[in-house]
T-cell receptor, first 110, second 114 residues
């Protein structure tokens, strides 16, 4: 599985959009980009995933560059409850594991 | 729906003692996983079970054994606990349709080995 690079920490003002970047320059054609978050010490929570196209759900939007070497997770209106560690993961089709790195610690500031 | 339930939530062991972490899911998922998370680190896969009756090693299997008791339950056993196994353990499950990897996690089991 390709490795990912994320900034260790970011701040975002409450109510503003949070844009979390992720580099995955060695991603291969059959690898999906997944985002999870971990609030405090709870179990990680699935947010969104995509292959080539941009994706949106009720939680967030995922923007993947055309060359697929990087992506951005967007939380459109961050709230204090979005304070968490966000993990960007690439996963090969059919693979049984998700390799979690150390993620980005997002702090939403009132 | 309870989702993924882990027991116990907290446990303190002495070096050399044994224990079993229990995990059950009520979502009719095929695949189940055990991860560990050390302070300030991401999650690392210990063992997984792609389907009932099968188990496979992950990144860090040494010192652990697993049992997929049935489709719902997947247990993790420490035969002789060591301080290096002090960690938070997470169980997860997924439908596993090959191209989707949405994992549902339990709340975690915090283990301290003295």
């Amino acid at each position: 599985d390709a490795k990912t690079t994320q900034p260790p920490s970011m701040d975002c003002a409450e109510g503003r959009a949070a844009n979390l970047p992720c580099n995955h320059s060695t991603i291969s054609g059959n690898e999906y980009v997944y985002w999870y978050r971990q609030i405090h010490s709870q179990g990680p929570q699935y947010i969104i995933h995509g292959l080539k196209n941009n994706e949106t759900n009720e939680m967030a939007s995922l923007i993947i560059t055309e060359d697929r070497k990087s992506s951005t997770l967007i939380l459109p209106h961050a709230t204090l409850r979005d304070t968490a560690v966000y993990y960007c993961i690439v996963r090969q089709t059919g693979a049984n594991n998700l390799f979690f790195g150390t993620g980005t610690r997002l702090t939403v500031i009132p | 729906n309870a989702g993924v339930t882990q027991t116990p939530k907290f446990q303190v062991l002495k070096t050399g003692q044994s224990m079993t972490l229990q995990c059950a899911q009520d979502m009719n998922h095929n695949s189940m996983y055990w991860y560990r998370q050390d302070p300030g680190m991401g999650l690392r896969l210990i063992y997984y079970s792609a389907s009932e009756g099968t188990t496979d090693k992950g990144e860090v299997p040494n010192g652990y054994n697993v049992s997929r008791l049935n489709k719902r339950e997947f247990s993790l056993r420490l035969e002789s606990a060591a301080p290096s196994q002090t960690s938070v353990y997470f169980c997860a499950s997924s439908v596993y349709r090959g191209d989707t990897g949405e994992l549902f996690f339990g709340e975690g089991s915090r283990l301290t080995v003295l």
